[in-house]
Every structure is written in C-alpha cells, then in structure tokens.
C-alpha cells in the first residue's frame, strides 16, 4: 500500500494564519486572504521566515484604524468642560483622559497622569468625565460641579482617594449648596452624554481610554507610553 504524504500540517499553518488574519483584519480580509492566491507556499514560506512580518502589519492596521477614527471625530473632544483640566489649561501636549471614579485602572492611571504633569509644564489634561460603571453617575457630575468652582483637581484627587462624593467634595472645600445644583444641571447632563458619544465614536469600550496628541489608545497603557505619544505629538 502506498502511503501518501499528509498535507495537514501545510492545512493547519494555513488555518492558523487565516485565523491570525481574521482576528486582525476581521473575515472580510480572511477571506480575501484565502481565496485570493495570498495564501499560496511562497507567502507562507515567506511569513515563516520573517514572523516579524504579522506584528508590524497588526501595528499598521491598528495605525490605520485609529487615523480613520480621529479623521471623523467632532474637535470638540479637545474642548474641556470649563474647569475641567488638569495641568496647564494652556498647554501645547494635550492628553485627553476619559475616566470612572470606580474603575479601579483610572486609579492607578492617576500616579501617571500626575507624573507627566510635574514633569513636562506642556502638558494640558483635558478629563472628561465617563461614568460607566453602576453608581458612578453622582462622583461624575459632582466633579463637573467642582470644575464650575475651579477646584476640579481638588475633587478628582479627593475622590480616587476618599471613593465617597459628598466626602470628597467637602475635602475640596467646594459650596455644598451650588455644588448640588450644578451636579443636577442641564449643561453637566449634557456634558456626559456629550462624553459617551464622544467615547463611542472612538471605539472605545471602557475606561480609562485615551487620546494623546491625537492618538487614540485605550487602557492602563502607563506612563511611558503615554509621554511618548505626548513627545510624539509635540515634535510633529
């Protein structure tokens, strides 16, 4: 009996990187990859013998992605809600944060975000407030109701650290009484509803999230990552 040789192993490399592909490029692009001769030995052999090859390209992808996002998004997510800034207000390196007082990652991003203020007078933080999580809707508008008394830095910082919005706003010295009527005005809704929409049309699915310069970039990134795409952004 002949034997014949097997040609799995050719099939399941060529599955792997049309599921590669899938997961980069979404089906549309599989498919193409499949079907249209890309797919062939040359170019597997070739993927094979620079794997460096699919990082740059998910790289360039992802580039690509974010350039077509911010192409469409309203300038107005550059605008602060008065008061609402960290850093200098005039600043040239503008670091947009969307945040959730209960989102444990936007804690730890606070130490990042203090850092790059203190070491670059540049930098202008422009915080817009995301309430996501369940019962973070009163920390959210309490902070706008503190960046219309100009200590929003007071309350951000008091809350991350307090986690009690009442607490928080007393240890940053705001009038309780105003305090309470702008958290329940219309211009601080229609700031977070402004802010959602803002968020989604950057294809942003949590906090925190980011634009630095105008690169989009979602999660906990650090400080380094952060300040390089600050620098990024200032020499361009």
Known sequence: MTHTPSKQPST???TL???LLALT???LGAAIWSYSGLA???TRSFLLANPDMLPQMVAAYEAQEADKRMANIDPQVFAPFPGAVLGNP???KVLVEFTDYNCPYCEKSLEDVQRLIAADPEVKVVVREWPI???SDVASRMALAAALQGKYRAFH?????IGEPQAAARAAGLDMARAEADAASDPVTVELARNTELARSLGFSGTPAWIAGKQPIGGAVGYEALK???DESGAS
Do not use: K, V
Not at 157 to 161: H, K, P
């Open 90 to 92: 005039n600043g040239s």
């Open 228 to 230: 390089t795409a600050l």
């Open 133 to 135: 999580f369940e019962g």
């Open 157 to 161: 910082e008091a809350m991350f650290r």
């Open 25 to 27: 490029f979404g089906f």
């Open 40 to 42: 062939d030995n040359r």
């Open 12 to 14: 399941l490399l060529q």
């Open 17 to 19: 990187l049309t599921a």
